[in-house]
C-alpha cells in the first residue's frame, strides 16, 4: 500500500511539471507573436499568422518588416535566452553557487573588451567602418570571449578543478576586462565610447538571419552534451563528496561543464552585446518551478532564460512609441526586483 501510495505521488509530481513545462512553451509561443507584432508598423497578430504561413499574402513593404527585421529580432532573444539559461544553470550547480552567472567567469566583460578593440581599431586601419564592424565586432568579441574561457579551464587543469580557485579566476578575469575596456574608453574618441557603451548594454536589433542560426546552432549542440551530465549535476547540489564516492572525477566534470559554459556565453554575447541576469534569475525561476531534478531543470531553465528575454524585447519596443529601449537595461530594471523576490521566497522556505 505504501509503495502504491509513493507511485501516486510520483505520477502526480511528474504530471504537475509536465503542465509547468508545457505552460513554458506555451508562453514562449505567446511572447514570440507579441514581440513579432509590436512596432511602429501596422502589423498585427493575424497580419503576423498570415505572414509566417503565406508571405505572398503581405505587401513587399509589410513581408519585408516581418521577414527581414521582426523575425530574426525576436527569435534571436529565444535563442540568446536560452543559450544564458542553460549557461547559467550549469554555472550555479558546478560552482555551487547561487549567485553564479555566466559572466562570472569573466566572459561578458572580455567579450566587452573584445568589441572595444573592434570599434576601436576598425577605423584606425582604414577599414570602412560600416562593413568592417559587421564582421571584426562579432568576431574579436567571440575571440576575446573564448580566450576568457580558455584561461579559466587552464586554470581549473592547474588547480584540479578547485571551485573556491575558479570562482576568485573569474571575478579578477571580470574586473580586468572591466579594467581594460574602461582603458581603451579613455583613450577613444566620443563616438568610439558612445559605440561601446552601446554594444555593452545589449542590443537585439543588429542580428539577423546568419547570427540566428550560429547561436541556436550552439544552443542545439551543447544542451545534448548538457543533458548527458543531468544525473552528475543533480547529486552534485548533493554535494561533491557523494559525487566522488561513486568513483566520478569531479575536477574532469567541472572543466568540461566550464568548457560548455564558455562557448554558450560567448556566442550569446558576441552578436548582441552583454546581456546581464537573463544567466542569473532564469535557472532559479526554473528551479522554483520544477525542483532540482536536472532532467527537467536544465531544459527548463534554457526555457525560462528565452522566455524573460523575449518579454524583455516584446517591452523594449512598446515602453517608447516610435524608439526601442535597449534590451539590456530592461532585463538590468526587472532583474533587480525580481532577484531579491527570489531571495526573499527562498528565505521564507527556510
Not at 499574402?57 to 523575425?71: G, K, N, Q, W
Not at 543531468?230 to 564516492?245: D, H, I, K, P, Y
Not at 566534470?253 to 548582441?272: D, E, T
Amino acid at each position: 500500500m505504501q509503495s502504491d501510495s509513493l507511485q501516486s505521488r510520483y505520477r502526480q509530481l511528474w504530471l504537475r511539471r509536465a503542465t509547468i513545462v508545457s505552460g513554458l512553451l506555451l508562453a514562449i509561443v505567446c511572447s514570440l507573436l507579441l514581440d513579432v507584432s509590436a512596432g511602429p508598423a501596422q502589423l498585427g497578430l493575424a497580419d503576423v499568422f498570415k505572414g509566417i504561413i503565406a508571405p505572398d499574402s503581405l505587401s513587399l513593404r509589410h513581408r519585408i518588416i516581418l521577414i527581414d527585421v521582426r523575425l530574426p529580432d525576436a527569435l534571436i532573444a529565444l535563442a540568446v535566452g536560452a543559450a544564458l539559461g542553460l549557461a547559467g544553470i550549469e554555472t550555479q550547480t558546478v560552482l555551487n553557487n547561487p549567485m553564479a552567472s555566466p559572466f562570472t567567469l569573466g566572459i561578458s566583460s572580455f567579450a566587452a573588451l573584445g568589441a572595444s578593440i573592434a570599434i576601436i581599431v576598425v577605423p584606425a586601419v582604414g577599414m570602412e567602418v560600416g562593413a568592417g564592424l559587421v564582421f571584426a565586432l562579432p568576431a574579436l568579441a567571440l575571440f576575446f570571449a573564448l580566450l576568457c574561457g580558455g584561461l579559466v579551464l587552464i586554470f581549473s587543469h592547474l588547480t584540479g578543478g578547485a571551485r573556491e580557485s575558479i570562482i576568485l579566476l573569474g571575478m579578477a578575469l571580470f574586473f580586468l576586462g572591466n579594467a581594460l575596456t574602461a582603458a581603451i574608453q579613455y583613450v577613444g574618441s566620443a563616438e568610439a565610447v558612445q559605440q561601446i557603451v552601446f554594444w555593452s548594454i545589449g542590443n537585439l536589433t543588429k542580428a539577423g538571419w546568419t547570427e540566428l542560426l550560429i547561436v541556436s546552432a550552439c544552443v542545439g549542440i551543447i544542451l545534448p552534451f548538457s543533458m548527458q551530465h543531468v544525473w552528475v549535476m543533480t547529486m552534485m547540489r548533493a554535494g561533491e563528496a557523494q559525487v566522488m564516492s561513486l568513483g566520478l572525477n569531479v575536477p574532469r566534470i567541472r572543466m568540461l561543464v566550464i568548457a560548455r559554459i564558455s562557448v554558450l556565453s560567448a556566442f550569446a554575447v558576441c552578436f548582441v552585446g552583454a546581456i546581464g541576469f537573463v544567466g542569473l534569475i532564469g535557472p532559479h525561476i526554473a528551479r522554483l518551478l520544477l525542483g532540482e531534478d536536472h532532467r527537467l531543470l536544465v531544459p527548463g531553465a534554457a526555457m525560462c532564460g528565452a522566455l524573460i528575454l523575449s518579454l524583455a524585447s516584446f517591452l523594449s519596443k512598446i515602453l517608447i512609441p516610435g524608439a526601442i529601449v535597449p534590451v539590456g537595461i530592461l532585463t538590468a530594471i526587472i532583474g533587480v526586483p525580481v532577484f531579491v523576490l527570489l531571495v526573499l521566497s527562498r528565505r521564507s522556505r527556510l
